[in-house]
């Protein structure tokens, strides 16, 4: 069976500082992964993917996720928050079926 | 733009009472899926279709029906047979390959009265 385990439920961080959040995933089949955001009462937003070639994957707002096949992680991180970006982040992995994780809620604080 | 929209945003149901959400994309896409969101369990899946008229049923199809008789629209009917249907319902939509993110509409709430 696949599943994707975010190991955080909640991340408080202030403003300016680093944040990662850890996402691991298991499956019998090669996979895809993915970061969505979703903000307040909204539906779910892609921040970035990793489909294969280099591991280290970007978006375009500061956001990076490093794929590492050997520890089956894709964990997200970014140098810098604002307060813009409290939301809660999901990763989900695409191998016979779109698992998603339960979700990790980043709230910024000033 | 091309987009999903779901209606309503917002949704009540009487106890016994059948209802329908509406879910409709302009990205001419071939699969459609709906999900259920409840606080910390993520999105589960509940149907999809791949193709105009099929659809599979997901993780919690249970007390819940859809049709897809249109590339475009994707309706699911709450149905009195779903015993908790209190949540948080999200569309999506997307090119249907596994590597070909989804894209999601702003989601319809459904509360019991």
């Known amino acids: 069976a696949q599943s994707v385990t975010q190991l955080d439920s909640q991340v408080p961080v202030f403003e300016e500082a680093p944040v990662e959040l850890r996402c691991n995933y298991s499956?019998?089949?090669?996979?895809?992964l993915f970061w969505y955001v979703q903000y307040p009462n909204q539906g779910l937003q892609l921040l970035l993917k990793y489909l294969s070639g280099s591991t280290l994957v970007e978006s375009i707002n500061g956001f990076e996720a490093e794929f590492n096949k050997s520890q089956t992680s894709f964990h997200l991180r970014k140098p810098s928050v604002h307060i813009s970006d409290t939301a809660e982040y999901f990763c989900a992995a695409a191998g016979n079926k779109l698992t998603f994780g339960g979700g990790t809620r980043v709230l910024v604080k000033p | 733009d091309g987009g999903i929209t779901q209606s309503p945003k917002y949704l009540f149901r009487k106890e016994g009472q059948n209802v329908t959400l509406s879910c409709e994309q302009n990205l001419n896409h071939d699969a459609m899926y709906w999900y259920r969101q409840d606080p910390g369990q993520g999105l589960r899946l509940i149907y999809y279709s791949q193709i105009v008229n099929d659809f599979q049923k997901g993780d919690i199809a249970e007390g819940y029906s859809v049709s897809r008789e249109k590339k475009e629209s994707f309706p699911l009917t709450v149905t009195s047979a779903q015993k908790n249907p209190t949540a948080f319902y999200l569309c999506?939509?997307?090119?249907?390959?596994?590597?070909?993110?989804?894209?999601f509409g702003d989601g319809t709430r459904l509360s019991i009265l």
């Open positions: 499956s019998s089949v090669s996979v895809y």
């Open positions: 999506a939509s997307s090119l249907g390959s596994r590597g070909e993110p989804q894209h």
